[in-house]
T-cell receptor, first 110, second 113 residues
Framework: EDKVVQSPLSLVVHEGDTVTLNCSYEVTNFRSLLWYKQEKKAPTFLFMLTSSGIEKKSGRLSSILDKKELFSILNITATQTGDSAIYLCAVSGGYQKVTFGTGTKLQVIP | SAVISQKPSRDICQRGTSLTIQCQVDSQVTMMFWYRQQPGQSLTLIATANQGSEATYESGFVIDKFPISRPNLTFSTLTVSNMSPEDSSIYLC??????????FGPGTRLTVL
């Protein structure tokens, strides 16, 4: 059974801090790893990673995948209160099934 | 990216009743998915809605409890039948190839009393 484990489960930081969120996975026939931000109900797409070692960046957010060690990290630099959300990691594997982790709840305080 | 709407955005229902959630996409898409997110839990795939054929359900979900319709390439419905408090969740539809960017609808927050 495919499995995605995220850590930490929750995190409280001050504005301006840098945070690193972790995602490890076990999946049959890996296709891609996805990061989402969930603020209210609907997750919004952040990154899709398919190749090891290639960093994807969007503003203050960046992510990288290690397919040998089966993990990914999501970095957020110079955090702002608007970054407060649940960050979800998901992997797509065999039979085109997407498995989500339980998420990391990030709270950024002024 | 696809624009997805869901109705209702939230509802409070009595135990034993049924609720139908609608998902509308602004463009034709091949694959539509229905997810459930119980309080404090991650997203769990309920089923894949296939146009012109029966939905494909994941382990632990059955058609009698979660009947799905997919009459065309822009619309789908999910019904939560004979509800119990354990069905209180956020229900989300999404579109897109599974191994590519998936876009989610705004979600339906269901509370069953």
């Amino acid at each position: 059974e495919d499995k995605v484990v995220q850590s930490p489960l929750s995190l409280v930081v001050h504005e301006g801090d840098t945070v690193t969120l972790n995602c490890s996975y076990e999946v049959t026939n890996f296709r891609s790893l996805l990061w989402y931000k969930q603020e209210k109900k609907a997750p919004t797409f952040l990154f899709m990673l398919t190749s090891s070692g290639i960093e994807k960046k969007s503003g203050r957010l960046s992510s990288i995948l290690d397919k040998k060690e089966l993990f990914s990290i999501l970095n957020i630099t110079a955090t702002q209160t608007g970054d407060s959300a649940i960050y979800l990691c998901a992997v797509s594997g065999g039979y085109q099934k997407v498995t989500f982790g339980t998420g990391t709840k990030l709270q950024v305080i002024p | 990216s696809a624009v997805i709407s869901q109705k209702p955005s939230r509802d409070i229902c009595q135990r034993g009743t049924s609720l139908t959630i609608q998902c509308q996409v602004d463009s034709q898409v091949t694959m539509m998915f229905w997810y459930r997110q119980q309080p404090g839990q991650s997203l769990t795939l309920i089923a894949t809605a296939n146009q012109g054929s029966e939905a494909t359900y994941e382990s632990g979900f059955v058609i009698d409890k979660f009947p799905i319709s997919r009459p065309n390439l822009t619309f789908s419905t999910l019904t939560v039948s004979n509800m119990s408090p354990e069905d209180s969740s956020i229900y989300l539809c999404s579109v897109g190839p599974p191994a590519d960017t998936q876009y989610f609808g705004p979600g339906t927050r269901l509370t069953v009393l």
